[in-house]
């Protein structure tokens, strides 16, 4: 058997079971590498969306604000406008009296007699009383006949009228209604 150059027999078995396990560890690990890179992938792609909509979410928010803020403005304005409204009636209403009340002063001045003196004129929407002074109970009929010659008063009465002892002045009020021809 001795043979220069002779036939080797390898009677070493391959371990074919190590192999196989290295093989499958090295595809576990391979996988293993994928699913990580992909979930990788996954958190990074996730984490860019949730930047994306909190920005947008903080940008609807600011936009939200500035409309809170044109509407409180809004109704603001809308408020203001009302509150103007009801004031420029109330001032022509004011004026519409005023005006009135200024015929009726008109129609009065008109009337009364020289030496008849007018110490109070209470005037409301449909009547007045005239409190004055007079020289004598002649000046007051006097002064109550120019009234009653006027359009412009319905009813007159002479509500109270005295004599003023230290004075020799007749104190007098005089209650009148106007109506319909007023202006």
């Given at each position: 058997m001795s043979n220069?150059?002779?036939i080797?027999?390898?009677?070493?078995?391959?371990d074919?079971?190590?192999?196989?396990?290295?093989?499958?560890v090295?595809?576990?690990?391979?996988?293993?590498?994928?699913?990580?890179?992909?979930?990788g992938?996954?958190?990074?792609?996730?984490?860019?969306?949730?930047?994306?909509?909190?920005?947008?979410?903080?940008?609807?928010?600011?936009r939200?604000?500035?409309n809170?803020?044109?509407?409180?403005?809004?109704?603001?304005?809308?408020?203001?406008?009302?509150?103007?409204n009801?004031?420029?009636?109330?001032?022509?209403?004011?004026?519409?009296?005023?005006?009135s009340?200024?015929?009726?002063?008109?129609?009065?001045?008109?009337?009364?007699?020289?030496?008849?003196?007018?110490v109070?004129?209470?005037?409301?929407?449909?009547?007045?009383?005239l409190?004055?002074?007079a020289p004598?109970?002649?000046?007051?009929?006097?002064?109550?006949?120019g009234l009653?010659e006027?359009v412009?008063?319905?009813?007159?009465e002479?509500?109270?009228s005295s004599l003023?002892?230290?004075?020799?002045?007749?104190?007098?009020?005089?209650?009148?209604?106007?109506?319909?021809?007023?202006?």
């Amino acid at each position: 058997m001795s043979n220069s150059r002779g036939i080797m027999i390898n009677l070493i078995e391959k371990d074919q079971a190590k192999e196989t396990r290295r093989l499958g560890v090295a595809v576990i690990v391979t996988l293993l590498l994928f699913v990580l890179a992909g979930m990788g992938f996954i958190y990074r792609y996730e984490q860019i969306k949730l930047n994306t909509e909190t920005n947008r979410y903080q940008e609807l928010m600011a936009r939200q604000k500035s409309n809170q803020t044109t509407v409180d403005s809004l109704q603001d304005l809308r408020e203001f406008r009302q509150e103007s409204n009801r004031k420029r009636k109330l001032v022509l209403q004011v004026e519409n009296v005023k005006t009135s009340h200024l015929h009726v002063l008109a129609e009065v001045e008109k009337a009364i007699p020289a030496g008849v003196v007018l110490v109070g004129v209470d005037i409301q929407e449909q009547r007045g009383l005239l409190h004055g002074t007079a020289p004598n109970y002649t000046m007051v009929a006097s002064f109550l006949s120019g009234l009653r010659e006027s359009v412009l008063f319905k009813d007159l009465e002479v509500v109270s009228s005295s004599l003023n002892e230290e004075s020799q002045q007749v104190n007098f009020s005089i209650e009148a209604d106007w109506g319909e021809n007023h202006p």
